[in-house]
Nanobody, 123 residues
Framework: QVQLVESGGGLVQAGGSLRLSCAAS????????MGWHRQAPEKQRELVAS???????TYADSVKGRFTISRDNAKNTVYLQMNSLKPEDTAVYYC?????????????????WGQGTQVTVSS
């Protein structure tokens, strides 16, 4: 099993920045890609960004150019730097991890989820 613990959410004004962190522990050898989903009220859950252990990244079109995902494999930690935040970025953000056998994570339900952290962007 893998445990994911997020931190860094909060309230920020539009145009501001936040950095989310997610530390993984447990059976780290069993995972490869890590990433972030978000869930806003009355909206579909969305894969925001993902990154493999080799550094290959994916981003949702809605965050390209504003969000950056990165990873410190030595610390088993993934980060999401969010800049130029908009009110529509308001959501609960969940850290994810996929089994190492999963090559393409888009449209694949993550194997592991964190508890979620609230991000609220005020206008």
């Amino acid at each position: 099993q893998v445990q994911l613990v997020e931190s860094g959410g909060g309230l920020v004004q539009a145009g501001g920045s936040l950095r989310l962190s997610c530390a993984a522990s447990g059976s780290i050898f069993s995972i490869n890609a890590m990433g972030w989903h978000r869930q806003a009220p009355e909206k579909q859950r969305e894969l925001v960004a993902s990154i493999t252990s080799g550094g290959t990244t994916t981003y949702a079109d809605s965050v390209k150019g504003r969000f950056t995902i990165s990873r410190d494999n030595a610390k088993n930690t993934v980060y999401l730097q969010m800049n130029s935040l908009k009110p529509e970025d308001t959501a609960v953000y969940y850290c994810n991890a996929w089994d190492r056998r999963v090559i393409v994570v888009v449209n694949r339900t993550p194997n592991y989820w964190g508890q979620g952290t609230q991000v609220t962007v005020s206008s």
